[in-house]
Nanobody, 125 residues
Framework: QVQLVESGGGLVQSGGSLRLSCAASGRTFDSYVMGWFRQVPGKEREFVALISTSAATTYYSNSVKGRFTISRDDAKNTGYLQMDSLKPEDSAIYYC??????????????????WGQGTQVSVSS
């Protein structure tokens, strides 16, 4: 069982930066692939980024590639999403997620085992 708690959201001006954190409970966090998704009202939750176990691999959506950086610190049971050069279209509720299978995060997000409660990110123009 893994519980995820996001933090770090807030209001920032266009071009600014935020760092989101995802604190995980449990002793097996390092065996889970971790990802970030975002959702705006009326739209489907969309994939943002993921990081594999041991941070061996990272994937990003085209909309954030080059601006966002995903990382993890397994010693602290925490994942991060560094968001730079933020745009108003990045405004959304951001959720962290964890699953043992990378393919689940990429291809079957509805089947993801663990989700956080979400943190709001708002970017003003």
């Amino acid at each position: 069982q893994v519980q995820l708690v996001e933090s770090g959201g807030g209001l920032v001006q266009s071009g600014g930066s935020l760092r989101l954190s995802c604190a995980a409970s449990g002793r097996t966090f390092d065996s889970y692939v971790m990802g970030w998704f975002r959702q705006v009202p009326g739209k489907e939750r969309e994939f943002v980024a993921l990081i594999s176990t041991s941070a061996a691999t990272t994937y990003y959506s085209n909309s954030v590639k080059g601006r966002f950086t995903i990382s993890r610190d397994d010693a602290k049971n925490t994942g991060y999403l560094q968001m730079d050069s933020l745009k108003p279209e990045d405004s959304a509720i951001y959720y962290c997620a964890a699953d043992r299978q990378q393919s689940t995060l990429l291809l079957r997000p509805r089947s993801i085992n663990y989700w956080g409660q979400g943190t709001q990110v708002s970017v003003s123009s």
